[in-house]
């Protein structure tokens, strides 16, 4: 098993401003929001855990909008 680089490891500050502004992204986002719930569990906090070990984090303020290739989600409607 590969040793974690000393790199890797973030602040709890920093964590909670991530995992803060990955909940703005969902909250903003329903596209985003719907096909992260559509991940098993495990799949979800694999992506949480990568994207809080990303050494490169966007700093911004407003969510931005998704380009227009991306395939967007129908909402289903339960009649």
């Known amino acids: 098993m590969d040793r974690p680089r000393a790199s890797m ?3 709890p500050p920093v964590a909670w401003h991530r995992l803060r ?10 596209e985003i929001a719907h096909a992260v719930r559509c991940l098993s569990l495990y799949d ?3 992506l949480t855990l990568e994207l809080l070990q990303q050494d490169d ?4 303020d407003e969510p931005e909008d998704l ?3 991306v395939i967007r989600f129908r909402r ?3 009649g």
Do not use: C, H, K, S
């Open 21 to 30: 502004d990955m909940q703005n992204v969902g909250a903003g986002q329903p």
């Open 9 to 11: 490891f973030i602040t």
């Open 76 to 78: 289903r409607y339960r």
């Open 67 to 69: 380009p227009p290739n």
């Open 44 to 46: 979800q906090l694999d």
């Open 57 to 60: 984090w966007p700093e911004f």
